[in-house]
């Protein structure tokens, strides 16, 4: 494995660059977002030097290929945007697609996620084993029209694709029948598998399926994700915890006879203030953050009920277990004080994003291989999506960010569980302007237009490339396996989950059925 330290930009010198919601606090060059922090910009990587892989032409014209499908998934799962859990019409139009250019639909339903699925294509007799990973949820509240303003969407604003997951999962599925035929074209013996990875946004299908073992004969995964800037890089992201406090109390008259009350609403407070007393003995890693779901009807009644969201985050599953056990005991202690009932339900979680230097570099090579174009029409559109928001009007990111090395982000993914079982890639491509962060508006009208088309298309030219890299370089492959092996050591892969949790607590009950068979039978049209 290289020196991570030897080529790059290190934490502090990412961070000092790094806005909210992870976007560049420049204009995207390199060279200006280190003149802005003060930091001289680090020499050209070894990838630079290296030139584009071989790969990367052939990709491009198979990729080009499949240009219409690629496009059709990218616009129509825009056009139809499904909160998580319920992309019945997204994963659809995936499976779709991947059935037309020869896939076949290994499970529906899969791991107990009505939305979720696995497809595959094998050429040859075994060969190595490539995995993609498509997301195709949506957000709440960001639904918009691919215009620079704040303007309702085809469905309205109720819901949209404010993390590019229309892109996301063009790109993923994109990558993969491009994948297919060049493999078809040079006879390569290998098997191309695409996981349907529904709800990425809530109680992530990815760590089901970590759970019940389904990417456990990857040689690697591929994946990628929307952003501000094209990077790659070694990036951890937190682990991730999803927690529901219900507190159980007794009602009364609140004017006439409180005494014979116990408020459910003030042990959730108490549970609250608790909370804000852990903040100043928590590592700078430790993220909490909670909503409060239900805290009674009317002030005239006790309220006998309240619930609390809670999300707990740490650089890793050993040092978040201790942080979750302590919000249990602070809930507890706010029952006891408040003579009331808690029920602590750990219902999710997911581990650490686990990078993977061999694959980061690669990606990044063929990161530097893809011209980075938009038109000045484009340029346009980011500029008046920064003028709505209020940030400085810089337009699109043209250049890509030196390769990222030591970096801890606070955000979660529930890749981390593919991460902890086989080598994992990620890389990021711009398809929104700088300034601007994930989980808003500009996202999803930047992805209903011809800068999301680029994104889709980019990024699947680049998973194509880095696929076929794994599928005919034996090295390659190695060398990812020896850095998963180094950087996840011999502790057995433990899921998070609760033992006691088959299917997503957010589940729809009419979707929980006994059988596979017709499941969408109801909502499906």
């Known amino acids: 494995m290289s020196n991570p330290k030897s080529a790059g930009v290190d934490r502090r010198r990412f961070l000092q660059g790094v806005g909210v919601g992870g976007t560049v606090a420049a204009t995207g060059a390199p060279s200006r977002l280190f003149a802005q922090s003060g930091t001289a910009a680090p020499s050209p990587s070894t990838e630079t030097n290296q030139g584009p892989p071989q ?7 198979h990729t080009d290929a499949v240009r219409d499908a690629i496009l059709r998934i990218s616009r129509e799962v825009w056009a139809t945007p499904e909160l998580s859990l319920s992309e019945f019409k997204s994963h659809e139009i995936h499976l779709r697609e991947l059935e037309a250019a020869g896939f076949a639909t290994v499970s529906r339903g899969t791991s107990g996620i009505p939305t979720a699925f696995v497809s ?20 709440p509240g960001l639904g918009n029209a691919a215009e620079p303003t704040r303007t309702p969407g085809p469905t309205g604003a109720e819901v949209g694709h404010g993390c590019g997951h229309n892109m996301l999962g063009a790109g993923c599925t994109g990558g993969a029948i491009a994948l297919k035929r060049m493999m078809e074209e040079s006879g390569t013996a290998g098997t191309v598998r695409v996981y349907g990875c529904a709800a990425e946004e809530t109680e ?49 008259h609140a004017g006439s006879a409180p005494w014979e009350g116990r408020s459910a609403l003030k ?5 609250g203030i608790g909370v804000q007393m852990m903040r100043e003995h928590l590592p700078p890693s430790s993220r909490i953050h ?10 005239n009644v006790i309220p006998d009920f309240a619930q609390v969201w809670v999300i707990a985050r740490e650089a890793d599953r050993g040092s978040l277990t201790g942080l979750t056990a302590w919000l249990s005991e602070v809930a507890e202690g706010a029952a006891i004080a408040t003579q009331t009932r808690a029920d602590f339900i750990h219902f999710f979680g997911s581990h650490d994003l686990l990078p993977n230097e061999p694959l980061a570099r690669q990606l990044y090579r063929h990161i530097l291989a893809v011209p980075i174009e938009f038109t000045e029409a484009e340029q346009e559109f980011a500029r008046g999506c920064q003028r709505e928001m209020g940030v400085p009007e ?69 998973l194509a490339a880095c696929g076929y890299d794994l599928m005919t370089d034996a090295a390659l492959r190695e060398a990812a396996a020896e850095d998963f092996r180094e950087r996840r050591g011999g502790a057995p892969f433990v899921s998070p989950l609760p033992p006691d949790r088959r299917q997503p607590l957010g589940l729809d009950p009419r979707f929980i059925k006994t059988g596979t068979d017709e499941l969408f039978a109801d909502v499906v049209t």
């Open 55 to 61: 790969s990367s032409a052939l990709a491009a014209r």
């Open 120 to 139: 595959e294509w094998s050429q040859g007799t075994g060969g190595p084993v490539i995995g993609y990973l498509p997301e195709y949820d949506a957000l």
């Open 204 to 252: 992530g299908a990815k760590v089901y399926m970590a759970r019940d073992n389904l990417f456990a004969d990857l040689d690697a995964a591929l994946a990628w994700h929307s952003a501000p800037f094209a990077g790659a890089g070694l990036v951890r992201l937190n682990a991730f915890d999803q927690i529901r406090v219900e507190f159980h109390g007794r009602t009364a």
């Open 267 to 271: 042990a959730a407070e108490m549970f």
């Open 290 to 299: 909670y909503t409060y779901q239900a805290a009674g009807e009317a002030p």
């Open 394 to 462: 810089h337009g699109l990111a043209t250049t890509a960010l030196p390769f990222l090395v030591d970096i801890s982000a606070g955000a979660s993914t529930d890749v981390g569980d593919v991460s902890h079982q086989v080598p994992t890639g990620v890389f990021a491509w711009p398809t929104f302007p700088l300034h601007i962060g994930l989980h808003t508006w500009p996202v999803t009208a930047c992805g209903g237009m011809s800068i999301g088309d680029k994104g889709s298309l980019n990024t699947a030219r680049i």
